[in-house]
């Protein structure tokens, strides 16, 4: 039977099919690598390979001071903004002096009020200090120790932080219900955040944020409030405000954590100031060409009420 390749007289070695391995068990090492081994075993390195060492050496070294050089200059701040940097901070050290200053004033000031209005009254004007007492815890102006209920107000977590959903937060609208639930519920003193809450106490929002008599607060909010610990949750419970941590809770996955506590600590707001209110002689008219309650130079008109859980 003639073969398929080569001619018909070639003859055929016995072992063609392994000639790969015949040469492999022959000559293990390929003859250049085996001469490099020779001449690295009688101690002569091969020139190109030491110049190549040299070179990956020189290049990694240079490659780490670029790497260092380029990380310190982006660490280090331009000289225009660490000037604008160290301005903002010199400031809010003297504003923080300042504010200091004033407040150690307004300590001073209570203190003299408080020994004048011992010396006027004597000893004869005890149910009269009583009275200001009292009349003082209830204007919020003296700081209140006592049982109450804490509740614990956090935004629901978010799969993108950036991302910012209203309704997944704290409105101001719910620290509204919920302190004027508390108030309902027979709560004596109440403080949002370590901020207490008075007659002429306003909660509102700015933005993003929550304002309480102009103090911008964060989640958590923390509502401490002094009283019957538990009839102010009965109450709590039957009336709206009820339903509405039960909304923010199942609905918007809003934290709520309410806390019956034996002690609690309220801060009191200091002296507070009065202000009064005069009703104009007469109405100055509108100029030609303007039109009814559009903006003018000093802001816009109309105010913004709180925001709404069914979005409005």
Request: hydrophobic fraction near 40%.
């Amino acid at each position: 039977m003639t073969p398929r390749h080569g001619p018909p007289d070639t003859p055929r070695i016995p072992d063609a099919s392994m000639t790969l391995l015949t040469e492999v068990y022959r000559r293990p090492l390929d003859p250049g690598y085996a001469d490099a081994a020779a001449r690295r075993a009688a101690g002569s390195e091969p020139r190109r390979t030491r110049r190549s060492t040299v070179g990956l050496v020189a290049l990694a070294i240079g490659l780490g001071l670029g790497a260092t050089a380029a990380t310190l200059a982006l660490r280090q701040p331009t000289s225009s903004a660490q000037e604008a940097r160290q301005l903002l901070e010199s400031q809010i050290e003297q504003r923080s002096a300042d504010a200091d200053a004033l407040q150690s004033d307004i300590t001073t000031m209570s203190d003299e009020i408080a020994t004048m209005q011992e010396e006027l009254l004597g000893d004869e004007g005890q149910s009269v200090r009583d009275q200001i007492a009292a009349d003082a815890v209830e204007a919020g102006v003296l700081p209140v120790t006592g049982r109450g209920l804490r509740l614990v107000l956090t935004d629901a977590p978010s799969d993108d932080p950036d991302d910012v959903v209203m309704l997944l937060r704290v409105l101001d609208v719910d620290l509204q219900v919920v302190v004027n639930g508390l108030w309902a519920a027979g709560a004596e003193a109440i403080a949002v955040n370590g901020q207490r809450l008075t007659a002429t106490t306003a909660i509102r929002s700015a933005g993003d944020a929550v304002l309480v008599d102009l103090v911008a607060l964060s989640s958590p909010y923390t509502i401490e409030a002094v009283g019957d610990a538990v009839e102010m949750q009965t109450e709590l419970a039957r009336a709206s405000a009820g339903q509405q941590l039960a909304t923010l809770r199942t609905t918007y996955g809003i934290g709520v954590q309410l806390s019956s506590q034996s002690e609690l600590e309220l801060p009191g707001t200091g002296l507070v100031t009065m202000y009064s209110a005069t009703v104009p002689t007469s109405t100055p008219s509108p100029e030609p060409g303007a039109i009814e309650g559009a903006p003018d130079e000093a802001g816009v008109a109309g105010s913004a009420g709180p925001t709404r859980r069914d979005g409005t």
